[in-house]
Every structure is written in C-alpha cells, then in structure tokens.
C-alpha cells in the first residue's frame, strides 16, 4: 500500500483538532480512521471518551442537546451532571462515585462522578500495519484527598472495524478509595430506532424500580420516540464465556450493528438504560464494577469495590462494528 499513497493519512491515522465557538469552544481531539469506514473522536479534554463514532457513514452513538461542552462548565452539584452530559458514544462515569448523587459518609457526591470532566494526558500514539494505539492518563487527585490515576489504552483496529479500550486504575495515595466505574455507552439514532434489535443473553434480569417493572417484557424491544417518556433501567447478569461477556444492538435498515464485549470478572454489572424520549432518544448499554444506585446504596450492601494503597485494577472492553445480520449473530 505505501507505494500508493503519499502520507499515511490519505488512507488512515489519528489527527488532532479544536473546535471554535460555544461551550466546546478550545476543547481539543483525536480525529482517527482505520480506513475501513470506521472512524472516531476522542476527546482529550474529557477524559479520553469517545464523543463520537461513525461506522461507514452512519452515526453510532447519541449526541446529547448540550453537545459539546469544555470541563470548566462542569456543575457538579446533585444532578448538574446532566448540562454538560454530552453523552456521545461512551462516558466514563466514576471513579469513586457511578449513579445517583448522595451523600456516603459525610462526602457529597454527584450524578455518575467527575472523572469524565478530567482533561486526559496525551502519552503515546504507536502505529503499526496491524492497528493504531493512543496512550492516555488522567488524574483523578487532590491535596489532602484521593489519588486515583487512570491509565487508558485504545487499541484502533486497521485489520478489522474494532475498538478496544484497557483501563487501569491506581491508587496512589496511602489510604483505601472506593473504586467506581462505569461504561456509559449511548447507541443513538439512525443505530437505534423501533426496528433495532438488542440482544442481551442473561441469567436473569432485574428491574431498577416499580415502573421499569411494569414493562420488563418489553425491556429489550426499542420504540419510536414518545413525549413525556419515564426513562427505564434493568440490571443483568449476562452469560459469559471463559469470562467475556456480550451484548449488542443491530439496525435491519442501516444493516449495520455493533457487540460491545467486556471482561465480566472486573466488569460483573451491567445495566439497560432505556430512554426513549423525543430528542431525549438513547439506549444505554452499560458494563460496570458497580450498579447506577450511588455509592451509599453500594456500601450498605456490601457490593461496593475498594483499591488499597498502591493497588491497580484493570477493566476491557471492545466494541466491534458489522454489516450484515449474520456476522450479528455469529458474535453470540
């Protein structure tokens, strides 16, 4: 191929970009294609997400009404979360808090914690015929507090339409830190529309509350968009093989899907956030550590994970994009 093309970047690579203007204003990317059709952003100034992914032309993932918003107008008070929740194709939430704001312990903390809002460290870009890497850290510390540090490591895939994602969390400091994260990752439309279908393959399936209740036979069957939608939530726990799990959504009309899979021994939650409002219009689907009920609620019963000084804990995920039913299917 290189006697083809006169700069990799005609075909595939990783270029860096800000944006100008609104509250994204300065907030600073990776714009990478593997050459295959597949391409994304990763956003530096928040933690290393992915804002968006497009699998040969159609978008993937739900863009939020905020759109983009730079870390300084983060609100972090109860649900502030929300005014600067772009959403995009995943979120990190964590890592000492993941859900509901509470209050554990005397410590205030906020809607799905503030790792999200940490700009990341840009360490490394490797390149070889077979994929592209991107080497991140993000510090999640303070003076007289927790200090935590997230090593993240993107594998892009040239070989196939894959992106893999190695978190390893470390906690740096001399004291024990509740240890949260969660995988917010957002299928938005033209991915997710009434005729997606999303496959789950479980043991059991618990509902977050009364009125996600009523509608658990149709927890996995999406809908048209609805005024005055009541978001849903269902916590699973999804088979596994030899320790991977799996679930995926696939669209007969784009003829285009994706499998999210996940190491189930770091990652043994995973939840359905099902929302399918007017413009408010996403499905969540959401490997984790930890349930979105707030740390309190982990603590008294006793699911709440820990790092001992010095301690890491490493979590993967992969997402692979197909393009035909079959190659859906074979996946599960």
Not at 106 to 116: A, N, Y
Not at 252 to 259: A, E, I, M, S, Y
């Amino acid at each position: 191929m290189k006697q083809y093309i006169g700069n990799p970047l005609q075909i595939r690579g990783a270029e860096q970009y800000s944006l100008r203007n609104g509250k994204g204003d300065g907030m600073k990317f990776l714009y990478i294609r593997n050459g295959s059709g597949l391409e994304a952003w990763v956003s530096l100034d928040r933690a290393g997400d992915l804002s968006r992914v497009i699998f040969q032309g159609d978008n993937m993932g739900y863009f939020a009404p905020c759109g983009y918003v730079a870390p300084q107008y983060y609100d972090g008070e109860g649900a502030g979360f929300l005014k600067s929740f772009t959403a995009g194709f995943f979120t990190t939430c964590g890592l000492t808090a993941v859900g509901s704001p509470c209050v554990d312990e005397g410590e205030k903390l906020p809607l799905h914690g503030t790792i999200s809002h940490i700009p990341a460290e840009l360490c490394a870009l490797e390149e070889t015929d077979e994929k592209l890497t991107v080497k991140l850290r993000i510090r999640d510390a303070a003076l007289f507090g927790r200090k935590l540090v997230l090593n993240r490591v993107y594998d892009f895939s040239y070989t196939e339409n894959s992106i893999a994602v190695r978190d390893t969390v470390t906690n740096e400091a001399d004291a024990e830190s509740p240890y949260m994260i969660l995988y917010h990752c957002n299928m938005g439309y033209p991915l997710l529309n009434e005729n997606s279908t999303v496959k789950i393959p479980n043991h059991g399936v618990t509902a977050r509350n009364a009125h996600a209740a009523k509608y658990m036979e149709t927890a996995l069957q999406m809908e048209k968009p609805q005024a005055g939608y009541e978001e849903r939530c269902y916590y699973y726990d999804v088979k596994e093989k030899n320790g991977t799990a799996k679930a995926g959504i696939y669209n007969g009309d784009l003829r285009k899907g994706l499998v999210i899979s996940f190491d189930k021994t770091n990652l043994p939650c995973f939840t359905e956030w099902k929302m399918m409002g007017q413009t408010d219009y996403v499905l969540g689907l959401e490997p984790g550590n930890c349930s979105p009920d707030g740390r309190d609620v982990l603590r008294k019963n006793g699911t709440l994970q820990f790092l001992a000084p010095n301690e890491s804990k490493t979590t993967t995920v992969k997402f692979d994009f197909v393009k035909d039913q079959e190659s859906f299917e074979g996946e599960f």
